[in-house]
């Protein structure tokens, strides 16, 4: 018993000495004696309050007045893009409509080509049949003069040997 009654001495006792160990070992704030100064340094920082309170009143006004300048850009701005979209809108059918006018016209172009295109073939068929008629006419008299041409040689030659 009296084993167990050192052991648990020497453990209470190397528990004591391991707590002060810990407690001499970690700093300490170094105590003030000066209750005037604690004082005195209260008051300056109580009686400095209404100037940080203006400083922050200022900062708030300051800030108020940069978010209504910023509010005031943002409605500018969005009216600036209301504008715009309504610009755009009036492009957009300004585009629609002449997109429609060039498709007509572009019609109207392809309409008068296929038009040229069949008054020339018309033309160029008339110049054919009369350079054909023409031609068969003079081919006619060209014929008949050297037919006749022909039979005069024969009928001289004819007449030379009688």
Same mark, same amino acid.
């Given at each position: 018993?009296?084993?167990?009654?050192?052991?648990?001495?020497?453990?209470?006792?190397?528990?004591?000495?391991?707590?002060?160990?810990?407690?001499?070992?970690?700093?300490?704030?170094?105590?003030?004696?000066?209750?005037?100064?604690?004082?005195?340094?209260?008051?300056?920082?109580?009686?400095?309050?209404? @100037?940080?309170?203006? =400083?922050?009143? &200022?900062? #708030?006004?300051?800030?108020?007045?940069? *978010? +209504?300048?910023?509010?005031?850009? !943002?409605?500018?701005?969005?009216?600036?893009? @209301?504008?715009?979209? =309504?610009?755009? &809108?009036? #492009?957009?059918?300004?585009?629609?409509? *002449? +997109?429609?006018?060039?498709?007509? !016209?572009?019609?109207?172009?392809?309409?008068?080509?296929?038009?040229?295109?069949?008054? &020339?073939? #018309?033309?160029?068929?008339?110049?054919?049949?009369?350079?054909?008629?023409?031609? !068969?006419?003079?081919?006619?008299?060209?014929?008949?003069?050297?037919?006749?041409?022909?039979?005069? #040689?024969?009928?001289?030659?004819?007449?030379?040997?009688?």
């Amino acid at each position: 018993m009296k084993k167990h009654v050192m052991s648990k001495l020497i453990k209470l006792l190397s528990s004591a000495l391991l707590l002060f160990g810990i407690t001499a070992a970690l700093p300490a704030p170094a105590a003030q004696a000066n209750y005037f100064s604690d004082i005195y340094k209260g008051l300056q920082n109580f009686s400095e309050l209404p @100037g940080e309170v203006n =400083q922050l009143q &200022e900062s #708030y006004q300051q800030t108020v007045d940069e *978010l +209504q300048q910023t509010k005031n850009e !943002l409605g500018e701005t969005t009216q600036a893009l @209301g504008q715009t979209l =309504q610009e755009m &809108e009036t #492009y957009r059918t300004q585009n629609e409509a *002449l +997109q429609e006018q060039n498709r007509q !016209l572009s019609l109207v172009v392809d309409e008068l080509k296929n038009d040229r295109t069949a008054r &020339e073939n #018309y033309y160029n068929r008339i110049k054919v049949t009369v350079i054909t008629g023409v031609a !068969l006419i003079f081919g006619y008299f060209l014929l008949t003069r050297l037919l006749r041409f022909a039979m005069r #040689y024969r009928s001289r030659r004819s007449d030379r040997l009688r």
